[in-house]
């Protein structure tokens, strides 16, 4: 397997689905209706990638194995948080065919790599709680929590949430 730049058709088939599934991960997890969820997903997506597969510090590839199939995307950015420059995986993608075979994880090394030639040695990502395969992946290839959000939806509530 090896991770190649996305090309622009690539990327064209990528981004849709990827703010997708975005957004259905936010309804799964934070409760929004959909229409809340997809203008999250649009607002974010938008300003990440606001000069598309040619934002500045964005950095987007496919993973393809000898045969040129496409077996996943991964993207990270590159941000500067106090003064402090640093990797962010935003998105990481294994065709549904794919996963369970060891590609997670080979793409996670591999887009490691790369964040090295950026000549950055930190890497952090967001991770929904209900995914646990991916926190399993993560835990095992030496990610820490570095921060925690809970949330309890109260039965019975009398109080409406958009106040």
Same mark, same amino acid.
């Given at each position: 397997?090896?991770?190649?730049?996305?090309?622009?058709?690539?990327?064209?088939?990528?981004?849709?689905r990827?703010?997708?599934? /975005?957004? #259905?991960?936010?309804m799964?997890? !934070?409760? %929004?209706?959909?229409?809340?969820?997809?203008?999250?997903?649009? $607002? =974010?997506?938008?300003q990440?990638?606001?000069?598309?597969i040619?934002?500045?510090?964005?950095?987007? /590839?496919? #993973?393809?194995d000898?045969?040129? !199939?496409? %077996?996943?995307?991964?993207?990270?950015?590159?941000?500067?948080? $106090? =003064?402090?420059?640093?990797?962010?995986?935003?998105?990481?993608?294994?065709?549904?065919?794919y996963?369970?075979?060891?590609?997670?994880?080979?793409?996670?090394? %591999?887009?490691?790599?790369?964040?090295k030639?950026?000549?950055?040695?930190?890497?952090?990502?967001?991770?929904?709680?209900?995914?646990?395969?991916?926190?399993?992946?993560?835990?095992?290839?030496?990610?820490?929590?570095?921060?925690?959000?809970?949330?309890?939806?109260?039965?019975?509530?009398?109080?409406?949430?958009?106040?």
């Open positions: 397997m090896k991770l190649v730049p996305m090309t622009e058709s690539e990327f064209n088939f990528w981004l849709p990827s703010r997708r599934s /975005y957004a #259905a991960d936010k799964k997890a !934070n409760g %929004l209706a959909q229409d809340e969820a997809d203008k999250v997903a649009a $607002e =974010g997506f938008n990440m990638l606001s000069q598309g040619n934002s500045k510090n964005n950095f987007l /590839y496919s #993973a393809k000898a045969q040129q !199939n496409i %077996l996943g995307f991964i993207w990270f950015c590159v941000l500067s948080i $106090e =003064g402090h420059r640093r990797a962010y995986i935003c998105d990481v993608i294994i065709e549904e065919q996963r369970g075979k060891g590609y997670g994880r080979q793409v996670m090394m %591999l887009v490691e790599q790369e964040i030639k950026q000549g950055l040695n930190r890497v952090g990502l967001h991770v929904f709680g209900f995914n646990e395969r991916a926190i399993k992946l993560y835990k095992s290839m030496g990610y820490l929590t570095t921060d925690i959000e809970m949330e309890k939806t109260l039965p019975n509530s009398r109080i409406n949430d958009s106040q």
